[in-house]
């Protein structure tokens, strides 16, 4: 079912979506050559916790850690552990941050140093396929522009889209309807209406979509073993187009 937000819960959401861009700026200076994804994890849940919030992703359906941070070739859900970044790494920090009970959601891929050519083409095309999804955002138009937009600038750049993931409703939970994936047709599912929260995040290749599951049953890969980039925000839908509720702050 999808919920329209109350304006009480729009402000509480507002609020979760600022303090997930406040710990995303937090983190970037820490993301570089030397330090392991576990130490980026317990910096991110010391800064969530002393913001009075929760980090939602520990512990949801048994996920270990507070952050995810899928390096280079894995999608999503990489768990935080002992790897060291390296010089030329891509790495994304994807976070969900509850305040009062209700949720901010967002993902950024970073680089690690000096990255070559097309690891800064993946990331700069991925983040503005998430722009041309945004653009979309109005009542009276449907999920299927939003995941359209995305799909059609993503194969106008050659870079391969996941269709296994896809973005979703957010409010009380981390996870709401509708689905918002990253292909499909316009004019086609459900209407967007003012007050509706969705997160809109294109996972794109470098190379063929095709992604495969690790043993541990979160860590998602390429199956060629190509970089993967993944950009998300937390976007409401206002009375005359959106609002994004994760910006990027300025450095």
């Known amino acids: 079912m999808i919920t329209i937000k109350s304006e009480r819960e729009i402000e509480l959401m507002r609020h979760a979506g ?20 576990k130490e980026l994890d317990k910096l991110c849940e010391d800064f969530i916790r002393k913001n009075d919030a929760t980090p939602t992703e520990l512990g949801y359906e048994g996920y270990p850690a507070s952050i995810c941070a899928s390096a280079n ?26 305040y009062k009970g209700y949720q901010g959601d967002a993902a950024w891929t970073y680089a690690v140093g000096k990255i070559d050519e097309n690891k800064k083409y993946l ?41 296994e993931l896809c973005g979703h409703g957010i409010g009380q939970e981390m996870h709401e309807d509708p689905d918002v994936p990253n292909y499909g047709t316009p004019n086609t599912g459900a209407k967007l209406k003012p ?18 599951i690790m043993d ?16 998300e925000h937390t976007v ?13 702050l300025e450095d």
Do not use: Q
């Open 18 to 37: 600022m303090l997930v861009s406040k710990m995303h700026k937090f983190i970037k200076p820490y993301i570089k050559e030397g330090i392991t994804t």
């Open 123 to 163: 990331m700069e095309h991925t983040e503005k396929a998430l722009y041309e999804g945004i653009k979309m955002v109005k009542p009276g138009n449907r999920i299927g522009d939003i995941s359209h937009a995305v799909e059609t600038y993503a194969k106008a750049h050659n870079l391969g889209v996941v269709r």
């Open 216 to 231: 541990d049953d979160w860590t998602i890969k390429t199956e060629d073993g190509s970089d993967a980039a993944h950009y």
């Open 73 to 98: 070739d894995t999608v999503v859900h990489g768990i935080p552990d002992n790897y060291k970044l390296k010089n030329g790494d891509i790495i994304t920090i994807d976070v969900v941050i509850g």
């Open 236 to 248: 409401l839908v206002t009375e005359t187009g959106y609002e994004i509720l994760t910006p990027r």
């Open 195 to 212: 007050g509706m929260v969705i997160c809109i995040e294109p996972m794109l290749t470098f190379g063929e979509r095709y992604i495969y």
